[in-house]
C-alpha cells in the first residue's frame, strides 16, 4: 500500500492537493493500491465533499478524526427526518432560509440551527444546539453522526472544551478534551497527549511492512511523527515548491524551505525525494552533496499528466487569455489585469478570463471595477477546465515562484502559448522563449510597475508579432512528455 501524508483540502485547494489527486488517478490505473490521509480538522465541511470534488474515491482517503472509528468516509446522507428522529416526540416549530433551518422547541429555551448540504436538499451536515442563549453543542454528520463539539461559556464566548468521536451504532470511540492549543485524546486504553502523538499512533496502527511506501506531501507538525513510526516502510518525499531561499543561502550555508528542512535533514531515513522537473532535480543532488555531503535518492517525476491533448473543434477565441490558480497575493493575478487593461491600446480586443477561488477574490474585483475593465476581464470562478483552454488563445501567469505548474501544463495540452516570468521552475520547464511563449527576465529588486509594463509588452508582442500556428504546434509538441502513460511508467518504476 501507498500511503500519501498531507493536512487539509479545501474548495480552492492548492498544487499539491492537485497534484495528490493526479497521483491517485496514475497509481489506480497502474495497479497500485495508495491511501492519502488529511491530518487537519475539518469543522465547516465534509471531506469528503472536498475530496470527491476534486477527484479522489471515497474509498482512497482517510482522515485522521474517523480513522479510530468504525464510520466510513462517505457523503452527507443524513436528513432532517433522521435528525426529527432523535427528538423523542418533543413538540418543535420549523423555519427555513437557504442552507440554514431552525428547530425551536416552544417552552423550553432551546433550539437548533442546522446547516444543510445545499440550498434546497433535506441532507444534514451539523447542527448547533443553544440552551438559554448558549451554545452547548454542535453534532456532525455524513451517514451517522461522526462527532460532537460541546461548549461552555467563557469570557462571554462559547468556548470549545470537548470533542466525542462516535462509531457508527453511536458508542463513544475516543474523546479529545481541549483548551484553546492544548489538546488529549483520551481512548480507552491510553492517553495521547497531542497532535502530533495522536499521528504517531495512527501509523504505527497502519503496521507497515517492507512491502509499503510512505509519501509525505506535507511535514508541518506531522512529519516527525509519521517518520518516527513508518519502519520498516521505505518513505519518499514530494518536493512541491522551491526547496531552499535563495537570499539566505551562500557558498557555506543553505537555508532549506521551512516545509522540508526537517525531512532534508532526516536523509538518511529517506528512501528517495521526487520533484516534478530535472532542474529541481538537478538542483537538490548537487546541494545535498555541497552542504551536507550526501547524495539521497532524488527522482523526477511530473506531479500532473495529461490523458490526452486537447484541440479546439473551432477557432480560438481572438487575442483571448486564460490564468487559472488560487486567488492569492503570492500569484499576482492583480498584475496580468493591469497588464491586460494596459495592452487595449494596442490589442483593442484582447480579453482576459480568471480561472479560481481564493482570499484575493474581493480585492481583484475592486481593481476591476477600479481600472473599469469589467467588459474583458472577468473572474470566472472556480471551474473543470479540462475541455476549456483549448477555447482561448493563450495563457499568462503572474507567479514568481511555481515548484511545477499544473495549469501550465494543462494549458501545454491544449496548444497555449505561455506568457510568465522566468522563474524556477514551472515557467521555465514550459515555456521555450520566443518558440512557444515568453519568458520574462526579472530579479528581486524590479518594482511592481515595470513587471507589469513588460507583461503588457509581452502580452503586446504575442499577438501582434508572433507566428500563432507555430506557437501552438510548440506546445502541443512540448506536451508529449507528460502524457499520462508516461508519468504511469515513472511511478510503476519506482514503487513496484
Known sequence: MIYNFNLGIGWASSGVEYAQAYRARALRESGLKAKFVFTDMFPRENIEHMTANIGFQDEEVIWLYTFFTDCRISPVTYTLKDLEGTFGGKAFEFSREGKIAKYVFPGTNVYYTVYMTDE???????????????LVRKDYFTYCRIYSEYYAPLDKQA????????????????????????????FPDRLICSKEELVGYMVSRLNLTEQDVVLIDRTTGVGQAIMQNAAPARIGIPIHADHFSVSGTDEDYILWNNYYEYAFSQNRHVSFYITATDDQNRLVKSQFKKYMGVSPRVVTIPVGSLD??????????????????????EKHVDWIIE??????????????DIYGKGGEEDSLKALIEKLGCGEYVRLM????????????????????SEGFGLTLMEAVGSGLPLIGFDVRYGNQTFIDNGKNGYKIPVHDRMEKKE???????????LFTKADMEQFHQHSYKKAQNYLTTEVEKKWENLLK
Open 308 to 329: 490526452d491533448l486537447k484541440y479546439p473543434e473551432g477557432e480560438r477565441r481572438r487575442h483571448s487569455l486564460i490564468t487559472a490558480s488560487r486567488l492569492a497575493s
Open 451 to 461: 513587471r507589469v509594463k513588460k507583461l503588457t509588452d509581452r502580452i503586446v508582442k
Open 339 to 352: 497588464a491586460v487593461a494596459a495592452a487595449r491600446a494596442k490589442v483593442p480586443d484582447v480579453t482576459l
Open 381 to 400: 470562478g472556480q471551474q473543470n477546465l479540462d475541455e476549456v483552454y483549448k477555447n482561448y488563445e493563450a495563457y499568462i501567469a503572474g507567479s514568481t
Open 159 to 186: 468556548h470549545l472544551y470537548q470533542r466525542r468521536f462516535f462509531n457508527e451504532d453511536g458508542s463513544v470511540a475516543y474523546e479529545e478534551i481541549t483548551d484553546n492549543d492544548v489538546v488529549m485524546y483520551q
Open 120 to 134: 434546497t436538499g433535506d441532507r444534514v451536515h451539523r447542527v448547533e444546539m443553544v440552551s438559554r442563549g448558549c
